[in-house]
């Protein structure tokens, strides 16, 4: 199963509002429940693996290194979206980074012209590093996280101008 059909799955059962589900496909499980309104993944290998420590973290305050005109604001700031702009989403919980690394310039900055497809940010999630891309077209108006700080499923990340 790929990422984006995980994805959509996830996305399906959110609407749904179906308490539980579970899908197999040749040596890969993944079972989703939900608990109060959150969605819970518990992918599972055919083989054995040692199942990862939840741990809670704390808020991190990363000083970001931007211009002015591009200082990401908190993630529970109340400037959300005005008239035409869009809202990208974090797909999954995870670590946020801006950059393939720490030396490497970031995907998009504010006043970037983004297409569908493009990498616009990384979400490491268990040691995977997952590139997600946009699925809209628009110009970045707004970076909503600080880099390397970790994000909840459906988290506002971005604010985009159509």
Do not use: H, W
């Not at 499980?29 to 993944?41: A, C, D, N, R, W």
Request: overall charge negative.
């Amino acid at each position: 199963m790929t990422f984006k059909e995980i994805q959509e799955l996830v996305r399906i059962f959110s609407k749904a509002g179906i308490g539980e589900l579970s899908v197999e496909q040749d040596n890969f499980k993944i079972k989703l429940k939900s608990i109060e309104g959150t969605v819970k993944m518990f992918p599972q290998m055919a083989a054995p693996i040692m199942a990862p420590q939840v741990v809670s973290a704390a808020p991190v305050n990363n000083a970001v290194e931007t211009s002015t005109a591009e200082t990401p604001a908190k993630s529970n700031d109340s400037k959300l979206p005005s008239g035409n702009q869009i809202v990208i989403k974090a797909p999954m919980i995870g670590t946020f980074y801006r950059s393939a690394g720490p030396d490497k310039e970031p995907f998009v900055k504010v006043g970037d012209r983004i297409e569908p497809g493009q990498s616009i940010c990384i979400i490491e999630a268990m040691k995977l590093f997952n590139e997600i891309e946009s699925e809209v077209s628009g110009t970045i108006v707004k970076v909503l996280v600080n880099d390397s700080t970790p994000v909840e499923y459906d988290q506002p990340l971005f604010i985009i101008e159509p």
